[in-house]
Every structure is written in structure tokens, then in C-alpha cells.
């Protein structure tokens, strides 16, 4: 197996060959500070270790056009500044688990994770142009704790319980989530909790959920400055737009919101 690496200590695309067709989990600071990874396929049969995991402090990490598969976590970021671009993630427990800020999630394919895409406490994060498929139970973009600053753009997500889901824990504020496609939800395609201020929730199409396509719901927060525009619903199990709030809010719009029944 021929991998691929750059670091400030080897020029860059420097071939390192492997003898065995099993890789151990990566880690950059036993690899001289690895900024760079490219065309590279690890497999982890240990449903509870990382594949790459890159901790707090090995900051401006990118992966490009590598593969992941039945790890526990595909990649853990820990640190900041990671961009992990155009690879492949397939049946991992969590294809990839972000924590730190001023990450970069684009132009990937997970299939059967039981979690595609988790958000910690992390903050400025992007995740856009990603291809999210469920097979079974398995749920596209969650969060486990209360991320900020988070942009989801332009993802595809089919065949999953939770399409996104933000939500089990406060704090999570300025979230935009954009132009995405939620496909045949067993659950919510979309459930947002606590999510303020500054919601943007514009121009997604979700198609067939077995319950709502959008729930929103607070409990001991406002709900400030929350936009819904221009989204279409359609066969929407129950409700189109489930919203729950239970204190004050203020300047919320929902404008050219779209029904529709096949």
C-alpha cells in the first residue's frame, strides 16, 4: 500500500510504503506534524479507537482523498484548522467527530455511519457539499454538545433516522443551514433545540420524513433573530414546520415556505 504524506520535514507528496494492508490509527504528533494527507485508505476493526485522530495542539491539518472504514471514529479533530476534502467514509461507529474551531468539511461521501457528521463544542465550522447516506438507524449531521458558528451548505442526505439534528444541549448559537437535500427520514429530517440567536434556515428541500421535516423547539431560552425562507416540505408525515418555543421571541420571519403532497 503506497500512502502519500507532507510535513515540514519530508518534500512534499513524499511516497512512505507500507508492507501490511493494515494501517494503525494515524496521529500527527507521532508523524512529525503531518499537515497534509492525501490518497490514503485506513480500515480499523476496533469499533471504540480513531483511524486518524489528531489531538488538541496539531492545528492546520488537511486530508485529501483518503478512506475510512468500521472504525470506531473515522477522524477526530481535536485541534484547529482542519479541512478533510473529497474521501470517503464507510461504516464507522462516527464518520467524523469535530471538535476544536475552523474546520473544513467538504466534497465527501459517508455511507452507513451511525453517525455521518457529529459537532462537539466546536466552533466555525463548514460542512457543505457532502454526501450523507443511511443505511438501517443511521443519523446524517448531530451534535453531542453545543457548537457555534456552524454552516451547513449544500449537503445531500438520504435514508437516515435524523437528517440534522441540533439540539440535547444550550448554548448553540449563529447556525446556517442552507440549500441542503434531506431525503426519507425515519424521524425528523430536521429537529433544532436551543439553536439561538441567529438561525438561518433558507432554501432546503426535505422529501418524505416519517415525522416532521422541521421541528424547532426552546426551553429556558429567547429565540432571537431566527429566518425561515423559501424551504419546501414535502410528504411530510406530520407537520411541515413543528415550532415549539415556550418563551418571548423576537424578529423571527418565515417567508415562502413551500407544502407539498405527492
Partial sequence: LSSTYSNPSLPLNTKLKQSSNFLPALRPNNLSKILYVSALSIPNFSPFSFNI???FGD???TINNCSFYN????VLALSHNVTVDNSSFYHNTIGFDAQGTDHLIVNNYFYNNTEGIVLNDAHNVVIRNNVIVGAGGDDGIVNSASPDYVTIDSN????????????SASGKTNARIVNNYIYNTSLQSVDLAEVEPNLYFANNTINLSGNDCFQISSGGVTNDNQTFIGNTFVDCTTNSLDIRFSTTCTDNYYINNSKLIN
Fill in 53 to 55: 485522530n489528531i489531538p
Fill in 59 to 61: 492545528d492546520n491539518v
Fill in 71 to 74: 472504525g470506531g471514529r473515522g
Fill in 156 to 167: 445531500r442526505i438520504y435514508n437516515t433516522s435524523l437528517g440534522i439534528q441540533l439540539s
